[in-house]
């Protein structure tokens, strides 16, 4: 589907992947499951930030049921387009989340370790009474760590991707469609 005219194909990005009407649906078919999967008990919705502020505003309003929502501030990627492997806690606490079941929603699960880390310091730390995923991308690669999303919007393969939420160096992230960045700005 051709960029709204309003949304021209920015610069850089060179094919769209999921358009936003195709986002829209997924995220709805998403927010229905969960609803069936958490009725009747204590949610908090805990966006990664910044990649999964985006997916959360909208999935959250396809979930029927009471919630409520955090936030915990990470950096993986410093810049780059892969992972660094290590992954800082931006923010000194962590959400209260004791005796509420917990899902966290990130824009991409790539290597995993962004997600692995943030399970395991709430699990630790935060005595919630069950951590869950969503994620709105999941790459189809080998992960160095065993996490995997009980939620997932779609599958896509290794390649970097931009919009919805997801950048290349801080920009790109307002775009309403996930795409591909051309390989000429790409270092
Ligand atoms: P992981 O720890 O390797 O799974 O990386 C997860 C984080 O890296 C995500 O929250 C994103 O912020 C970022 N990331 C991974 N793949 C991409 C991509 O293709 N485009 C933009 N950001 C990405
Ligand atoms: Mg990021």
Redesign the pocket.
């Known amino acids: 589907m051709p960029p709204s005219p309003s949304f021209p194909l920015p610069q850089g990005v060179d094919r769209i992947l999921f358009d936003a009407e195709t986002i829209a649906r997924r995220v709805g078919e998403l927010g229905a499951a969960i609803t069936g999967d958490f009725l009747g008990k204590p949610l908090t919705v805990v966006a ?1 930030l910044q ?2 502020a985006l997916f959360m505003a909208d999935l959250i309003r396809r979930i029927h049921l009471p919630l409520q929502i955090q936030s915990i501030s990470v950096a ?2 410093h810049g780059g ?1 892969t ?1 660094s492997g290590t ?1 800082t806690f931006l923010q000194n606490g962590l959400p209260d989340v004791s005796g509420r079941h917990v899902l966290l929603v ?10 692995h880390a943030i399970r395991h310091r709430l699990a630790s730390e935060c005595l919630p009474l069950s951590i869950s995923l969503a994620v709105l991308l999941s ?1 189809r690669i080998d992960r160095p760590v065993p996490i995997e999303a009980q939620y997932v919007g779609f599958e896509i393969d290794g ?4 919009g919805y939420g ?3 160096a801080g920009d790109y992230r307002n775009l309403p469609f996930v795409g591909t960045l051309s390989p000429s700005i790409l270092p």
Request: aromatic letters at 12%.
């Open positions: 990664i990649g999964g993986s990627y387009t992972s992954v990130d824009d991409v699960l790539d290597t995993g370790r962004t997600l790459k390649e970097f991707v931009v997801l950048d290349y």
